[in-house]
C-alpha cells in the first residue's frame, strides 16, 4: 500500500486518518472475510471532502472499497463467495453527485448511496445489516454535533467495530462554553460521566492541555463503550501538520482482543506515519519560508517529527502494568486474559507484550505453566503467576 502523499499537501491529517483506516481494514477485512459470509461498511459521513485524487481514491469510501474488493477476491480465489455491502451517507448535495460516481467503479461490491442526514439514517441502516454480519462503522464528521446514543442501534450489534473522528480541538473549546445549546450538544455527544466537574476542578487549578485531553476523551471512550457495548477503546491523535497540537483524534472501539491486537499493530504504523509527515511538512515550511527551494529535496527525507510516541517508555509503563495484572504465586492467570488488558492501556503490540513476558520468565520474575523448551512468547491458555 504506498498513498500518494503530494495529494495530501497542506492537509497531511488527513493523510494520517486514511492511511491508518486503509492499513486497519485491509486486515479487518481480509480477516473477518474468513469467518464471516457477509461483511457491511457503513460510512456516515462519506464526503468527498477536499479530495485530490483523479478517481477519488484519496476518500475514506473509496479506501474501504478497495479493502473489500481485495477481500471477497481473495476468499473468491479459494472457493468462497461472500458478500460485501457499503452504506454511504452524505448530505451536502454537491459532494453526493460526487460521491454517486463510484458506484459503477466497484461492481463487485453492493452500494447504497443516501443523500441524507446520517443522524436520521443509522437506525434505517442498522436495521438492514443481516444477522450474522460483521459490521465496520465510519463516523467521520466535520463538527461534533451528534447524539452519541442514536448511534446505539447500529453500534450494539454483536460483530461490529467503529472508527470516529473525535473533533478534540473543536469539543475542547465548546466544553467551556456556557450557551445552552451548545452546552446540550456537548452533552449529546459525551453522555454520562462527571467530566464536567472534573474539568471544572482542573481549571481551577491551572489543568495543561493533555490533562484536559484525557479528561474529555476517556469521558467520551467511555460514553462509546457503553453505548455500543465495546470491550476495548483506543485512542489515536492527529496532530495540526505544522502545530503540536491535537486536532483530532480517531477512537477505535472493538469488542474483540484481536481486533484490538491488529488495530495496535497498524496504530503504531500509522504513528510512524505521521511522525514523518509532519517533520516533513515543518521542513517544508521553514524552507518555503527562508525561500531555499533548493534545499527541500534533500530534507523531506531526513525529518521525523518525534513529538508523538516514546515507544520505549511506553512498553517501560506497560511493563509496569503487566506485572499489575498477574497474581502472585500460588495463585495465577491465564495469559490470555492478561495480554488484551495491557493493549488496552498502553499504545504496543502483542508481540512487545509477548516479548517482555519472556524476559520476565528469564530473569525469573514469572511463573509460566505449560511453556515448552524453544517456544518463545506465551500462548493464551498458559497460566502465569509472579514469583
Ligand atoms: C470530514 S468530511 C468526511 C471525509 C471522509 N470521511 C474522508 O475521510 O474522505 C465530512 C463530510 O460529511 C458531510 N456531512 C456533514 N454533516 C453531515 C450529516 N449530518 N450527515 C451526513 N453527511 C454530513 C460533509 O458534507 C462532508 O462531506
Same mark, same amino acid.
Not at 258 to 274: I, K, N, P, Y
Not at 307 to 313: C, E, F, G, S, Y
Given at each position: 500500500m504506498a498513498r500518494d502523499k503530494a495529494s495530501y499537501l497542506g492537509r497531511e491529517q488527513a493523510f494520517v486518518k486514511?492511511? =491508518?483506516? !486503509?492499513?486497519?481494514? !485491509?486486515?479487518?477485512?481480509?480477516i473477518t472475510a474468513s469467518r464471516f459470509d457477509q461483511i457491511v461498511y457503513v460510512d456516515g459521513y462519506s464526503g468527498p471532502w477536499q479530495s485530490q485524487g483523479q478517481s477519488l481514491e484519496d476518500t475514506s469510501?473509496? $479506501?474501504?472499497?478497495?479493502?473489500? %474488493?481485495?477481500?471477497?477476491?481473495? &476468499?473468491?480465489?479459494?472457493?468462497?463467495? #461472500?458478500?460485501?455491502?457499503?452504506? =454511504?451517507?452524505e448530505k451536502s448535495p454537491r459532494a453526493y453527485r460526487l460521491l454517486e460516481t463510484i458506484t459503477p467503479k466497484f461492481p463487485d461490491v453492493r452500494i447504497s448511496t443516501?443523500? /441524507?442526514?446520517? %443522524?436520521?439514517?443509522?437506525?434505517? $441502516?442498522?436495521?438492514? #445489516?443481516?444477522?450474522?454480519?460483521? +459490521?465496520?462503522?465510519? $463516523?467521520?464528521?466535520?463538527? @461534533? %454535533? $451528534?447524539?452519541?446514543?442514536?448511534? /446505539?442501534?447500529?453500534?450494539r450489534r454483536k460483530n461490529c467495530e467503529v472508527l470516529f473522528n473525535f473533533m478534540f480541538d473543536f469539543v475542547n473549546r465548546a466544553a467551556s462554553m456556557t450557551e445552552a445549546p451548545t452546552v446540550a450538544g456537548i452533552n449529546e455527544l459525551i453522555p454520562g460521566g462527571e467530566w464536567r466537574e472534573q474539568l471544572a476542578a482542573l481549571t481551577a487549578t491551572g489543568a495543561t492541555p493533555a490533562e484536559r485531553k484525557q479528561i474529555l476523551i476517556g469521558a467520551f471512550s467511555q460514553g462509546l463503550a457503553d453505548i455500543g457495548n465495546f470491550k476495548f477503546v483506543a485512542e489515536t491523535p492527529v496532530l495540526r501538520p505544522l502545530h503540536d497540537r491535537v486536532l483530532y483524534s480517531l477512537i477505535f472501539a472493538t469488542k474483540k482482543?484481536?481486533?484490538?491486537?491488529?488495530? %495496535?499493530?497498524? &496504530?503504531? =504504523?500509522?504513528? +510512524?506515519?505521521?511522525s514523518k509527515i509532519r517533520g516533513e511538512a515543518k521542513l517544508r515550511d521553514i524552507s518555503t519560508k527562508a525561500n531555499q527551494f533548493e534545499m527541500f529535496g534533500s530534507v523531506t !527525507?531526513?525529518?521525523?517529527?518525534? +513529538?508523538?510516541?516514546? =515507544?520505549? /517508555? !511506553?512498553i517501560r509503563r506497560a511493563e509496569a502494568t503487566l506485572m499489575s495484572l498477574i497474581p502472585l504465586t500460588?495463585?495465577?492467570?491465564?495469559?490470555?486474559?492478561? @495480554?488484551?488488558?495491557?493493549?488496552?492501556s498502553h499504545v504496543v503490540r502483542r508481540m512487545h507484550v509477548g516479548q517482555m513476558a519472556a524476559q520476565m520468565r528469564t530473569k525469573g520474575q514469572l511463573r509460566?505453566?505449560? @511453556?515448552?523448551?524453544?517456544?518463545?512468547?506465551?500462548?493464551?491458555?498458559y497460566r502465569v503467576s509472579r514469583i
Open positions: 486514511h492511511y =491508518l483506516l !486503509e492499513t486497519y481494514l !485491509e486486515r479487518l477485512f481480509q469510501f473509496c $479506501i474501504a472499497l478497495s479493502a473489500l %474488493r481485495k477481500a471477497k477476491s481473495f &476468499q473468491a480465489a479459494r472457493g468462497k463467495a #461472500i458478500q460485501v455491502h457499503a452504506h =454511504l451517507v443516501y443523500k /441524507a442526514d446520517f %443522524r436520521s439514517q443509522s437506525k434505517a $441502516i442498522a436495521a438492514q #445489516i443481516p444477522e450474522g454480519a460483521f +459490521t465496520f462503522v465510519l $463516523i467521520d464528521p466535520k463538527g @461534533w %454535533r $451528534i447524539n452519541t446514543a442514536e448511534l /446505539a442501534p447500529l453500534l482482543a484481536r481486533g484490538l491486537e491488529v488495530f %495496535r499493530d497498524c &496504530q503504531l =504504523l500509522a504513528l +510512524t506515519e505521521q !527525507e531526513m525529518a521525523p517529527d518525534d +513529538t508523538l510516541l516514546d =515507544l520505549p /517508555a !511506553e500460588p495463585d495465577s492467570v491465564a495469559y490470555g486474559d492478561v @495480554w488484551p488488558q495491557v493493549l488496552a509460566f505453566e505449560g @511453556w515448552p523448551p524453544r517456544k518463545r512468547t506465551p500462548d493464551d491458555e
